[in-house]
Structures are given as C-alpha cells and as structure tokens.
C-alpha cells in the first residue's frame, strides 16, 4: 500500500521548459498508488508529448475540451469530479492568471473553474515573470481564495539567469502531495525532535558513536510536519535528507545536541528524543591524532547529560516522548523509563527490529498501558503515532 493509495489525482501540465518535470512526477504518484490523469495545455505539448504521459499513467490524456472520447463531450466537467484534488505542475504565469481572474479558454482552465475538489499549482517560469506585480497580485489572489500554492524555488533557470520561479523537484511535490491529504491531528502545535546519533570524539578521526540511522526520527518528523505541525529537527550525523518543511539543526555530540535542544524548548508544545544519544564520552578529547605505540588503550569515559529527563523535569515541560531502544526486556524497561522520566509516553523496540532498516517493529507505553503497532515502515509508523500522540495531548496526560 502506498501513500497515496487511493487517490485520485488530475495532474494539470501547462506550457513551459519544467514540462519535462512533470513525467518524473507521473511516475512518483503511480509508484506512491495515487491515479493519475493527465490534462495538457495546447501549449504544453510542445515541450513533452501526450504519448509520454499517457505510458507513464496508463490513462488517455486530454488536451481538447472538446474531445470526442468523453461520451457528453463535457471533459471539463467529467475530469474534474472523478479527482480528489488537481495539481498543476508546471503552473505558468499565463495560467495563474486565468485561475486567479476566473477565465475559461481551454480544458485546463475550464475544468479548474469547474472543480469541486481541492486546487494545488507549482508555479514555474523566468524569475522576472515571477516577481512581475501583475503574478504577484494574482498568486496573492489564488491563496486568498484557498488554493495551495508550492513554491517556487530559487535557483539556475532554463532561460540561464538565477532567482526564483523554478519549480519544486518532482519528489518535493509528491511529499507534499502526500502530506496535503494527512489529517492535521497537530495543527498548530511547535514540535521538537531529536533524531540519529551523537559522535563523542576520541581524538580528531576516532570517535564513539552507534548503529543508530536516523530513519524512524526523520519519519516522525515528516509525519508530525504533515499532520499540520511547525517542526524542528535537531539532528545527529546522519546522511538523510531533510524532510519537507522541517526546519534543520545539525548536532554532533551529546552536549551539542542539548545546547540545541534547551536553547529552543521554550517554544515547544511537543517534544521527541528520538535520538539515540551517547551516555558516556571521552573525559578528554586528544588533541591530535593518537598513535599506536602500546598494545592497549584506556580510555576515561564520563556521563553525558539526559537531554530528556532535563526537558522533562523542566517548570514548563512540553509533551514528553521518549524512545527505548532495548536488546532484551522490552517492556520492563520502557516502562521503567516511563515512570522514572515521567512520561506520558515511550515508544519501545528492540534493537534488532530497528536499527538501520527501513521498518521497524515498536510498542507504544502511556498511561493506559502498552500498545504494540503491527511491524510497518518505519513512515508508517510514524503516521500510527502521531495519531497516538494526538490522542493523548487532547486528553488529561496521564504518567
């Protein structure tokens, strides 16, 4: 099952170069299980042919309103009612403008007008074209009236000059065309996360540091995004990219991650320690490189902070969720660092189920009790509990 299992999408394609874009779009919704049709501007077939999308959909595509494959010759209006929502990609300044006016010219824009499902559009087109005050006014217009405007981005452009009006890449679109359908179950929350792990240099190339990938934080932070929430990420060394709409803060140490972490609490309804951080590092770390003269090394290892049971006992704590990741015991020690940290909830798994891999095997502890997720990616279960946690904030906390 995909993320867009479902769904059925209208993918509007106008006249312009990030035409090309929008195959690789058609073929990111198909493998996310979305449907998708494919309506073209006259325009738009002079930069990718109807063939094109019509191979990566499986679908006819349409660009005539009046053609005669549509039985009441009314495509505008059957297109339209067969979606869940349209998304215009690319969305070019000729057609903001018809969208934002309410012109009817073409299929496209005569079916947009006609729609009774929810309006997304990637503007794309030359930086000029962009910041002109006529497209200005009109993406204005099209947000005032309700449609979800996704970028653009700044950046090199066809035309050679650099600035906004690039459309967002294809996998950007499919996330937040993900993400639109998500229930909002954190609208208007401030969540902090941390995720990956933590790096305690030993000298200036060694150091201590774990299994940990980072994957099941950075899903929860994409799933907490998308469940309508403004998110942070204080992250350990990891590779991942940044999911969309996230903000970012790259941390190394333990010390360095609760720097980062106390200095933005304040603002938090919620916070996550995903992270699998360190609880020893080096008393000292060696200043240069340490040789191998002897047949042993001794190493001085001190504590490191709790940055959970610290935000935790804070006057003003947010939301408290703790992870445990455990090799044996599961529930004897989750729920023992439930009741000792004074959690309103802990998400446990076992390393193996874990670290590392795509999907993971977890169990939910809260004040009612455990509550074991059936194994899943890890992006599904990071949906799974963010709707747990919804739950409980609606709720008296519960320890």
């Not at 099209?142 to 600035?163: F, I, K, N, R, T």
Request: glycine residues 8%; neutral net charge; aromatic residues 4%.
């Amino acid at each position: 099952m995909g993320e867009l299992t479902g769904q059925r999408i209208l993918l509007g394609v106008s006249g312009g170069i990030a035409a090309y874009k929008a195959a690789e779009l058609v073929r990111l919704l198909i493998k996310a299980g979305a449907q998708v049709q494919v309506a073209m501007t006259a325009a738009a077939t002079h930069f990718v042919t109807p063939v094109t999308f019509q191979a990566l959909s499986g679908q006819p595509v349409f660009v005539d309103q009046w053609d005669a494959r549509v039985g009441n010759n009314m495509a505008h209006i059957d297109l339209s009612r067969q979606a869940d929502a349209i998304l215009v990609a690319p969305a070019s300044a000729d057609l903001l403008a018809k969208i934002a006016q309410g012109r009817a010219d073409d299929l496209l824009s005569t079916l947009i007008l006609a729609r009774n499902c929810p309006l997304l559009v990637a503007p794309a087109m030359n930086r000029q074209m962009w910041e002109n005050p006529a497209t200005q006014r009109n993406a204005a217009q099209l947000a005032e009236d309700g449609v979800v405007l996704l970028g653009p981005d700044a950046g090199p452009q066809a035309c050679g000059e650099v600035g906004d009006g690039r459309m967002w890449e294809p996998e950007a679109l499919k996330e937040a065309l993900v993400g639109f359908f998500q229930p909002k179950h954190l609208a208007g929350r401030r969540v902090l996360l941390t995720a990956g792990p933590t790096y305690e240099a030993i000298d200036p190339v060694r150091g201590i540091t774990n299994l940990s990938s980072g994957r099941m934080g950075y899903a929860l932070a994409r799933a907490c995004q998308q469940a309508g929430a403004q998110v942070t990420l204080v992250s350990g060394p990891t590779n991942l990219p940044c999911p969309l709409g996230v903000e970012r803060i790259a941390a190394g140490s333990a010390r360095e991650m609760r720097e980062a972490v106390l200095a933005r609490v304040g603002e938090a309804q919620v916070f996550i320690a995903v992270a699998a951080v360190a609880d020893y590092r080096p008393e000292q770390a060696a200043p240069q490189k340490i040789k191998k003269t002897a047949e042993n090394l001794t190493l001085n290892l001190v504590k490191n902070p709790d940055i959970l049971a610290e935000v935790a006992a804070l006057p003003n704590a947010p939301f408290c969720v703790g992870f445990a990741a455990e090799s044996e015991n599961l529930e004897a020690y989750a729920e023992a660092k439930r009741q000792k940290k004074r959690l309103p909830l802990v998400v446990g798994n076992l390393f193996s189920d874990a670290f590392g891999g795509e999907e993971n095997k977890v169990v939910l502890f809260d004040g009612d009790g455990a509550h074991p997720l059936a194994p899943a990616s890890k992006a599904r279960l990071a949906a799974q509990i963010v709707a747990h946690l919804a739950g409980l904030l609606a709720a008296p906390v519960r320890i």
